[in-house]
């Protein structure tokens, strides 16, 4: 008989909701305005590696108008390409646009410094 797999988190990226951890300006330092939000890559598609029998089923264009809404203008997107290939959207900078949210791209490698 197949083992059911463990509940994942609601925090995981499973639901429909995206959730965002925001950071106001008065935790970061210097004089900045407003909030930085970190978040899972928007549109993130694919069978999970941390929790097993669970598959990421979000859609891009949808995660991105909730960042709109949410009062994201900018997304700095930190994935590499294979990554983007394998779980994400290669369209996600036209798909930001579209939804009135800048994506800059600055793929930083796992494990760097």
């Known amino acids: 008989m197949a083992e059911t797999p463990e509940p994942a988190p609601a925090h995981a990226g499973f639901g ?9 300006a008065g935790e970061l330092a210097g004089e ?3 909030r930085l939000g970190l978040t899972f890559l928007p549109g993130k598609r694919g069978s999970s590696l941390r929790y097993p029998g669970h598959v990421y089923r979000r859609d891009t264009a949808t995660d991105l108008a909730a960042m709109h809404f949410a009062g994201v203008v ?3 997107l930190l994935v ?5 290939a394998s779980w994400g959207d ?7 646009r579209a939804a009135g949210v800048e994506v800059l791209r600055h793929p930083i490698p796992d494990g760097a410094p």
Request: charged fraction near 35%.
């Open 16 to 24: 429909p909701e995206l959730r965002i951890d925001w950071l106001s």
């Open 32 to 34: 900045a305005r407003g």
């Open 74 to 76: 900018r997304l700095i």
């Open 80 to 84: 590499e390409d294979g990554e983007l």
């Open 90 to 96: 290669a369209t996600i900078v036209e798909l930001g």
